[in-house]
């Protein structure tokens, strides 16, 4: 996949995608309603841009394009495995209350999952119609979503310890107005962290960080295996990865921005020019 314009990082406050995408030469944004970490670059309210950009409303979506790519992080609380458990009349939570008000909770549950569900679908709608280029991504263990919405995942990762992460970690990615490549990448060389041992989120509706914790290496395999795919290299000067492009190429090789003046420096010693 070719990007020429922005990475727009929804629901993404810890930088690390942002990161792997500004290391190969793209522009990209982090998006959220928090700044827990202070790497927020537009602090905002996503869920009533969406809304907004539903009803023809001013919103963010307004200023992207379809060079653009939105990288969704959407909240997964109500489609998670858990969320699901919380569903029956069984579950451990609810054994000191009677049955009716099991009941209550439940009802306050799906509710709240219907409206994420609905916004999510909204989102889609906003990005079709725009013609955006948007994935999402979302667990996929026992995931209400990948059973109850539009299609499912374009793409599973099945263990994200394969390509560097520090959990398992199921995960599955929608892909909208694009396809994701075909990349392998391997690096196992985490210690194991089990999602179980991280400590539960402070509030309601909320994850953890340390459970929503995703490695550098992860999300710079995972942007080389399945979104930039080809045009993605080595460069020619350090061997960092970077992307194949014009404004970056001297004599047949591609270099990073930390690199690239000295290679053009070089090529033009080597005719004589300075």
Known sequence: MRIDGTVHCFFEQSGVFKDAFNAVGLTALDYDIANRYGRTD?????????DNAYLGQES???????DDLIMAFYPCIYFCQMSQFAQSLNYTNYRAITQAEACDR???????????????????????ARNLRMIFENP?????????????PTLKDNNRMMRGDYFVKPTGYWF???????????????????VNDAPRPKH????????????????????????????????????ASVLIHENNEVDSRYYCKDCIDTAIY????AEGWC
């Open 176 to 194: 909208w107005n694009c396809e994701p490549t075909d990349g392998c990448t391997v690096q196992m060389d985490k210690v194991k962290r089990r």
């Open 42 to 50: 537009h602090v905002m309210d996503l869920f009533k841009e969406i």
């Open 266 to 269: 070089e090529a033009d010693r």
């Open 60 to 66: 963010v979506f307004d200023d992207m394009t379809q």
């Open 140 to 152: 996929i263990t026992g995931s209400f979503l990948c059973n109850y919405f539009l299609k499912p």
């Open 204 to 239: 309601p509706g909320a994850c953890s960080e340390e459970r929503s914790a995703i490695s550098p290496d992860y999300a710079r395999n995972f942007i080389a295996d399945f979104i930039l795919g080809d045009a993605y290299t080595k460069c020619g000067g350090c061997g």
């Open 106 to 128: 439940i009802i306050k549950r799906q509710m709240k999952r219907d409206e994420y569900l609905v916004r999510l679908t909204k989102f889609v709608r906003v990005c079709l």
